[in-house]
């Protein structure tokens, strides 16, 4: 074995990569519940592609053998079933855990500086997993598949002039066809997924680069003993990777849940309109993506008219107002009205459904700005003011809210009062406003002193 | 095109539609590990359903096998369309002639029980009734318009649908604006039997409940297996969490 190991080491850095990414690598020995999720997401990522492979055996990208084939896997092929839920099923987990690992990123200020690009890899993983989720979507081309996939593109067509020719472009075709999921097979079995591996990996790298933050913001790189070993970190093996095993564990018994008790989880992982093939002749009653992407959705519907010449154009003086009074110097006054006076003739020029569009690429691009946006000099929630947990909290039943609504018809009341479109509009305010308004209420908020060493409960 | 899908996204037209907000489904009890039950319904299926609609998802031997219907008896029982056991249950009737004569081919009905959902098929199946300005001389209160003629008539009869005047409150969408709208209508209220057919109501309930529990099976062939191996699984998963625990523990002892 070591002349094995001695041998691979003359040719390739085995030995070494293995010491400073796992045996000499020193992670916070507090770490909690919220740092299972990243190597979660690892394991889901490989669990996509794995089932992903065994499916693309026997599909068949083509808009007439599709959905057959997608049942041929379901009803003929041994563990068929098994392999297709694992993805499907797997594909929601994704977003359930990217969406933890994020919220823990934002809590504990894991995207503050040094690790803006951890964190800018990150969105991009998040950017790159949208796509990739979208077009595995239109793939069994059941119903809503195709009704899914025809808004979504056809929300380029918002674009003044360029948009009806761009939607054309994306689907290769004059509505949503063969032609269109050919190219989504081929983005979504090896281009996109190229391009997540790629991501994750440069996302790990630059973590291994500044090492791992930890619940109580604390650089343990800072204090070292004098072998130049963080006194608060220990090695990722094994001792994280026993832990780990227990996350897994843990982790696989929900997924195993979902998997073999309630795989469709009544329509909200599978939906029933997809038991159905495409029918371009008839539409859903609801169009409704999958429960990943209705925070989003809300936001696109939610801009009416109404809304942008009121809530959305008050909301953008607002801030204009504040960035003018709090700015010093000419410079930076002359800029935030010139940029809300950009914004509010748009506002009353564009039509609505744009700025549908528009608030939807925000609500995402902003994420991307977080590091710069987030001027607290504390990382960790555990020592901000109230300021910053009463907005976390605002942000999160927001985003779940919205989420909520996207499922419901706009002019319908399921919340109380006031119709769905209105919460919607409401709720899209108040997550753009997390971002924008950051700079101001992180920079006022109190904070409490930082321990100079991690603590451990 | 692009315009109308965008408006229907936006929410421009009427969401909330008005044929389906008056009607309620009646449940059935759905037990997939009662055999007999999916012996019979899979036997209704077959003689009175397959004549027009496929279920070319399955095949003859899979469903014996899962039916634990021997494969003698398939063949001599159910292999109408075709002679070959292993064959995917296809209609007798051509898709093409079907189209020509009700108007709409017969859809495929394997994944019937996944896209509606078994209370549906149960009551789309208690609600034919007679009427006269249908083109098929039927008509369905769970479905309007259908252009399946009710093959079932002779077990159940003639049915005959009272309906009522209510007022329908329903939200649209109206150039951007959500709006209320109260509207006055004729909903369906109950039946009449009209004419009785060979089955009591009682009997005619049971064989829909047969029919239904078979065509939930269909649905997906699988699920009492996945059912069963899950079980495996989560013990499995849960005696390894244990050992996973302890050695954790046991790493962990040292760090403080
Ligand atoms: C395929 C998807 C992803 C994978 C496989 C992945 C993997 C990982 C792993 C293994 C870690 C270290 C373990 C941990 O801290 O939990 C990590 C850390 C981190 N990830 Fe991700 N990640 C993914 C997506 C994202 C996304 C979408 C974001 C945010 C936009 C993000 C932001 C971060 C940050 C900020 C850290 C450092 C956390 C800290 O040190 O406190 N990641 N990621």
Redesign the pocket.
Same mark, same amino acid.
């Given at each position: 074995m070591q002349k094995i190991i001695a041998w691979i080491d003359d040719r390739f850095p085995l030995t070494k990569v293995w010491n400073e990414h796992l045996a000499q690598y020193y992670a916070p020995k507090n770490f909690n519940f919220w $740092? $299972? @999720? *990243?190597?979660l997401?690892?394991l889901v !990522?490989v669990n996509q592609i794995v089932t992903g492979i065994f499916l693309t055996m026997n599909y068949k990208p083509d808009a007439a053998l599709a959905f057959g084939s997608v049942q041929y896997i379901m009803y003929d092929v041994s563990w068929g079933w098994l392999i297709r839920y694992m993805h499907s099923v797997g594909a929601s987990m994704f977003f359930i855990i990217?969406y933890l690992?994020?919220f &823990? *990123?934002l809590i $504990?200020g894991?995207?503050k500086q040094p &690790?803006e690009l951890?964190?800018i890899f *990150?969105?991009l993983? @998040?950017v790159a !997993?949208m796509a990739e989720a979208f077009m595995g979507y239109l793939l069994p081309w059941g119903n809503m598949s195709y009704w899914g996939a025809q808004v979504i593109i056809s929300l380029f067509t918002a674009i003044p002039v360029i948009g009806n020719g761009l939607a054309q472009w994306v689907r290769g075709d004059y509505v949503v066809s063969d032609a269109t999921l050919n190219r989504f097979f081929a983005f979504h079995v090896i281009a996109l997924p190229l391009v !997540?591996v790629a991501l994750?990996f440069v996302?790990?790298v630059a973590?291994h680069k500044v090492g791992?933050?930890?619940p109580d913001g604390v650089e343990i790189k800072k204090k070292k003993d004098e072998k130049g070993i963080p006194l608060d970190g220990i090695p990722f093996h094994p001792y994280y990777t026993v832990k780990d095993i227990v996350g897994v564990t843990v982790f696989l018994m929900v997924f195993a849940a979902v998997i073999f008790f309630a795989p469709t989880l009544g329509g909200k992982f599978l939906e029933h309109d997809n038991f159905i093939p495409a029918n371009i002749l008839s539409t859903p009653l609801d169009i409704v993506p999958l429960w990943y992407f209705t925070p989003f959705y809300s936001m696109l519907r939610a801009s009416t008219t109404d809304f942008t010449h009121g809530m959305l154009a008050i909301f953008t003086m607002l801030v204009a107002m504040l960035a003018f009074f709090t700015q010093r110097g000419f410079r930076a006054k002359f800029l935030s009205v010139a940029i809300a006076g950009v914004l509010l003739l748009g506002m009353y020029t564009l039509e609505a459904k744009l700025w549908g569009v528009i608030l939807m690429g925000s609500s995402i691009v902003l994420?991307f700005f977080l590091p710069w946006l987030d001027r607290s000099p504390v990382k960790s929630i555990r020592y901000r003011g109230p300021l910053f947990k009463g907005a976390v909290i605002i942000f999160v039943l927001s985003f779940i809210l919205l989420g909520y609504l996207g499922t419901k018809s706009p002019a319908a009341v399921d919340l109380f009062w006031f119709k769905n479109v209105l919460w919607a509009q409401g709720f899209t305010l108040l997550y753009l406003a997390f971002f924008v308004l950051m700079p101001w209420y992180t920079m006022i908020d109190k904070t409490k002193p930082v321990p100079e060493r991690v603590t451990l409960k | 095109m692009n315009k109308i899908i965008l408006s229907l996204l936006l929410g421009l037209l009427p969401i909330v539609s008005h044929a389906e907000q008056g009607l309620k489904l009646d449940h059935v009890r759905i037990d997939l590990s009662d055999q007999a039950s999916l012996q019979r319904g899979a036997r209704i299926f077959v003689n009175y359903c397959l004549s027009c609609h496929n279920a070319a998802y399955l095949r003859y031997n899979r469903m014996g096998h899962d039916l634990g219907i021997s494969n003698q008896l398939v063949k001599q029982d159910l292999l109408f369309a075709t002679n070959k056991i292993g064959d995917r249950m296809r209609a007798a009737m051509p898709a093409a002639d079907a189209k020509k004569w009700f108007g709409v081919a017969p859809p495929d009905l394997t994944l019937e029980a996944r896209y509606r959902g078994p209370d549906w098929i149960y009551t789309y199946m208690h609600s034919f009734y007679r009427d006269p300005k249908s083109f098929s001389g039927w008509n369905n209160t769970v479905f309007p318009h259908v252009a399946m003629p009710f093959v079932l008539y002779g077990w159940q009869g003639e049915q005959r649908a009272v309906f009522r005047n209510v007022k329908l409150v329903s939200h649209v969408m109206e150039n951007g604006k959500a709006v209320t709208e109260v509207t006055e209508e004729r909903v369906f209220s109950h039946f009449v039997l009209a004419k009785p057919g060979t089955m009591t109501p009682k009997q005619y309930d049971l064989a829909i409940r047969d029919l239904t529990n078979f065509m939930v099976y269909m649905g997906e062939p699988a699920k009492l297996e996945r059912i069963r191996i899950g079980v495996y699984v989560l013990i499995f998963l849960a005696v390894f969490l244990v050992l996973a625990i302890l050695l954790k523990k046991e790493y962990w002892k040292d760090v403080h």
């Open positions: $740092y $299972y @999720f *990243g190597s997401a690892l !990522l990217i690992h994020m &823990r *990123g $504990y894991s995207h &690790r951890i964190w *990150g969105t993983i @998040f !997993l !997540l994750v996302h790990l973590l791992s933050n930890n994420i | -």
